[in-house]
């Protein structure tokens, strides 16, 4: 069968035209990216970003590009500033021109260097003050600006409404035809799209018409107006006329924020709040020859240094270290002066220099206790420099170091193993000083001859990997150091280590811990690690572990098996007795058994007997005024090596104890008791056997008897214990009793009882003054609560207790839902039901706790509501129903829930309402049958 060639052919042509062209489209394009980025011709300026993103776009190309600060500016370049983005353009000609926010420019050179500016709109200022020639404006009128050289200006150009105000030196307009018309110093020209131009009679002398300051704190800036009338612009009349200032927060001054009128002086002053306030001057009634500007205030965060930190330290070994300092400035600083002090002398900087940055590297400070600052300059609104920042301290002290290199790896004395396969060796040595070569010798003597030479070579790291086998590197003992050359070839020795060579013998498979003839607690086996390794020969395989714990030697009773895929295994429990453990190996998956360990022994022994204290008596009292030793007593315990004997206080705050008692008795110091107060401390005596090869070690449990030194007694809180836990549902039933007690010398007490609120405060719920040593309060509300009771003596000693007591009241549970019984669930009332029966038997199970319950009927309306057709509080469990008048055929529900009341009527808890439903509904017969009457009276 022939082939269907042709198409396929077709395809793969198209497909081959396409890719062609997709890869031309990226030649182009990217070699026009290309040229957006890079420039080959003469640059004219250089643009510094005092603020934001600023775009550049070159006339012969679609991209714009986002400049960085510093970039270099061409001929016929288009720049465009973004949003709250200043710029300013620094020409080879000495001509400055700043650009505000949401203005585009392009900038062109003739061949003679004479500037010329096309302006598509925005805020500008052009400053020829040091400039030896004069610039041409084209602000798309049918005129052009000449700006003469030594002058500034400031301008505004918004969708073909131009003005400009001439701030110092001269200016001209010229027209189409060549005439040009002569502009001053101080005054302001309007000028519309078809170049027609209007001089304002009076302008603001003192401000750019977009003028920036600098806030250096919160406080409002106070911006003085200084006006000036034009004489082209100007009559003798208007100079007796009011001047008015107005501010508004929109440029279309829809917003007066102030309206000032001046009259007799050419002066006023604002107040500007941190952001942007346009304003226009006029004279009254000319509201219409309005100077319009904008004053920009921006608060200048504080400057603040990053690195080196406070307190640093630098350590040098043989060069000087190079360190970056960082600090932070606000973008409106046009450099910082860094300064670093010597502490030896601190009215000489060591270093001083200014950055444009934020950064700059030190690399020539020598060994010594240094400071360092910064001090911002900002150029805007003619600061200078502002505040200095506080200083850092920084050390730099110069290291001691080895000129030898030290050897580390082989370790000195090792040992190593190799198999016949060829293993990678690692040699690894340290030196103080980097910049070295190095040269590793290895030799089988410690002359190192030249016939002992294994390896030499020399290298650029300070380790290595040589490939060795026991083939290659026989049995032995080795020695080997590194030599360390310097720039002038100088050479410097490590100290010579040696390792002795062994051939690996392969692992068999074994138990590791525990030891055969192992000793143990039954207690304490659930925390033996049982640890096995595999052999070599099995280890890398899919291999499952079975331990196998016996009674007998043989496994023929066998205590347990444990299935693990590791190697080891924590958490075996065994009785009391005499065990032997082993382990297997499995192949995962073959099932088949590929190695097993050595049977060991293991004994599970019964933990040591608690000691049982004879002196003092449980609840003894002893009278005691000073510190005194009492003597402590027990019965000896069988195996115990040492005994462990403390005395706490009631709050547990260990007093007094003796580690390592041999004997079954010692004398312990217990602080007296001040007069009128008796002290309860307790007494523990815990037995210990020392560990040994083959049993850890052993602690029996903790013995306590309480005794007492009586002189004076704080009031102890008894009831309830710390730590409490209260049924709440017990809480609602019983009061809660509050009982403690006190020293009779006691002269004023107060009972004081408070709530803990969910956010950690606490609610002071009761506080009863000089009370009995017993109170109950009933029916406290659920959560955490806290007791004490503040007690003083005749002669003003605190005889409140050590700490306050806490309890806990829970939250209750609510009682069961009922389970209803009848009617059934979805039960259909109709004729046939009614013919049997005109009552309905409404029965559910008794609620366990419950002392009565709320029936209720409920009928369902079209919407989904219920409506209540009656309800009824009953003790018993059933409720015969039997007023059907009141009644509708439709869908109804029937509700059922349990309550717990107190006698009083206090309702202790209830439970969620149990929901069944019924339906009542009487279909229409098709045909209707009456009975036969039989023969009427008087036929």
Not at 362 to 391: M, Q, R, V
Not at 555 to 566: L, M, S, V
Request: charged fraction near 30%.
């Amino acid at each position: 069968m022939k082939k269907k060639t042709k198409s396929r052919l077709s395809d793969v042509l198209f497909i081959t035209v396409c890719l062609l062209i997709c890869g031309l489209s990226l030649y182009y394009f990217f070699t026009d990216l290309n040229r957006s980025i890079s420039r080959n011709d003469r640059s004219i300026a250089l643009i510094y970003l005092k603020r934001k993103i600023t775009q550049r776009k070159f006339s012969d190309s679609v991209v714009w590009d986002r400049l960085q600060n510093g970039s270099l500016l061409y001929n016929e370049d288009i720049i465009r500033t973004d949003m709250d983005s200043v710029a300013i353009m620094d020409f080879t000609s000495h001509v400055k021109v700043e650009l505000d926010e949401n203005t585009m420019i392009q900038i062109f050179e003739d061949d003679e260097g004479a500037l010329k500016f096309r302006v598509s709109g925005g805020n500008f200022t052009i400053d020829t003050s040091e400039s030896a020639q004069k610039v041409k404006i084209d602000l798309g009128a049918s005129s052009v600006i000449e700006l003469d050289a030594g002058s500034k200006m400031s301008a505004l150009s918004d969708g073909g409404k131009n003005s400009f105000v001439i701030h110092e030196g001269t200016g001209s307009i010229v027209s189409n035809d060549g005439t040009a018309e002569y502009i001053k110093s101080g005054e302001s020209v309007k000028m519309d799209a078809s170049g027609k131009k209007q001089v304002l009679p009076v302008s603001v002398a003192n401000l750019d018409s977009n003028e920036k300051f600098l806030s250096f704190d919160d406080d409002e800036k106070i911006i003085d107006f200084k006006f000036a009338f034009s004489d082209a612009g100007s009559s003798s009349e208007d100079e007796n006329k009011k001047i008015i200032l107005e501010t508004s927060s929109d440029k279309d001054f829809n917003n007066i924020i102030e309206k000032i009128e001046v009259k007799d002086k050419n002066e006023a002053a604002v107040k500007a709040k941190d952001g942007k306030l346009y304003y226009r001057v006029y004279l009254e009634d000319k509201i219409e020859e309005a100077y319009e500007g904008k004053i920009a205030v921006t608060s200048v965060k504080e400057p603040s240094l990053l690195s080196p930190a406070d307190k640093s330290i630098y350590s040098s070994v043989d060069v000087l270290p190079k360190i970056n300092f960082k600090w932070d400035v606000d973008e409106y600083c046009d450099f910082s002066r860094l300064e670093i002090y010597d502490k030896n002398d601190i009215n000489h900087p060591v270093v001083s220099k200014d950055v444009a940055g934020h950064s700059a590297l030190i690399t020539d400070l020598n060994a010594g206790s240094f400071f360092w600052k910064i001090t911002p300059h900002y150029a805007i609104d003619d600061i200078g420099f502002g505040e200095p920042t506080a200083s850092y301290d920084f050390k730099i002290f110069k290291e001691d170091i080895n000129v030898n290199p030290v050897a580390s790896l082989p370790r000195d004395q090792s040992d190593l193993y190799l198999t016949k396969k060829e293993n990678q060796v690692l040699f690894l040595w340290t030196s103080d000083i980097k910049e070295s070569d190095y040269k590793l010798t290895l030799s089988k003597s410690d002359s190192f001859g030249a016939s002992d030479i294994i390896y030499s070579s020399q290298l650029e790291q300070t380790q290595t990997t040589l490939p060795f086998s026991i083939d290659t590197l026989p049995e032995g003992k080795y020695f080997w150091y590194v030599t360390r050359i310097d720039e002038a070839k100088k050479e410097y020795n490590s100290e010579v280590s040696s390792f002795s060579v062994h051939e690996y013998v392969p692992q068999k498979t074994d138990s590791v811990f525990p030891p055969d003839g192992y000793r143990v607690e039954s207690k304490r086996l659930s925390t033996v690690q049982f640890i096995w390794r595999l052999g070599d020969e099995i280890k890398n395989r899919n291999v499952s572990n079975i331990i196998e714990l016996s009674r007998d030697e043989n496994f023929t009773q066998i205590a347990g098996e444990i299935r693990t895929d590791y190697t080891s295994y924590t958490g075996i429990k065994l009785a009391e007795g005499n065990y032997y453990w082993r382990v297997k190996a499995f192949d995962k998956d073959n099932s088949l058994m590929l190695d097993n360990t050595s049977v060991k022994n293991i004994y599970v022994i019964k933990e040591l007997a608690k000691p049982f204290i004879t002196v003092p008596r449980d609840n003894s009292v002893h009278n005691m005024s000073d510190v005194k030793s009492i003597k402590i007593a027990w019965n000896p315990v069988n195996e115990a090596d040492y005994y462990k004997v403390k005395i706490y206080d009631v709050n547990d705050k260990l007093l007094s104890e003796s580690g390592d008692v041999k004997k079954q008795s010692v004398d312990l110091l217990v602080p007296g008791a001040e007069p009128a107060r008796t002290l309860k401390y307790k007494c523990t005596v815990q037995a210990f056997s020392t560990e040994k090869a083959k049993e850890p070690s052993r602690a029996s449990a903790v013995s306590e008897c309480m005794f007492m030194v009586e002189n004076a007694r704080r009031v102890a809180l008894t009831s309830p214990q710390d730590n409490t836990v209260f049924d709440g549902l017990n809480v609602l039933r019983n009061p809660v009793s509050f009982t403690w007690n006190e020293d009779s010398t006691s002269k004023k007490t107060q009972f004081i009882l408070t709530k803990v609120n969910s956010n950690g405060t606490s609610t002071v719920v009761s506080r009863i003054d000089n009370p009995r040593n017993r109170l109950t309060f009933k029916r406290l509300s659920a959560g955490s609560y806290r007791w004490t009771v503040k007690a003083t003596s005749v002669n003003g000693t605190d005889l409140s207790p050590e700490k306050n007591f806490a309890f806990t009241i829970t939250s209750i549970e609510q009682l069961a839902t009922a389970k209803l019984l009848s009617p059934e669930n979805s039960l259909l009332i109709g004729p046939e039901f009614l013919k049997n029966t005109r009552k309905i038997l409404f029965s559910w199970d008794d609620v366990e706790g419950a002392t009565d319950y709320i029936f209720a009927l409920y009928k369902k309306n079209e919407n989904g509501t219920l409506t209540r057709v009656m309800q009824k509080k009953t003790k018993s469990t059933l409720y015969w129903f039997t007023d059907f008048s009141i009644l509708d055929v439709g869908e109804f529900e029937w509700h059922v829930t349990a309550y717990a009341h107190a006698r009083d009527g206090f309702e202790e808890r209830r439970s969620e309402t149990a929901v069944n439903r019924f339906t009542i509904s009487f279909d229409l017969p098709d045909t209707v049958k009456t009975k036969d009457p039989g023969r009427m009276y008087g036929e």
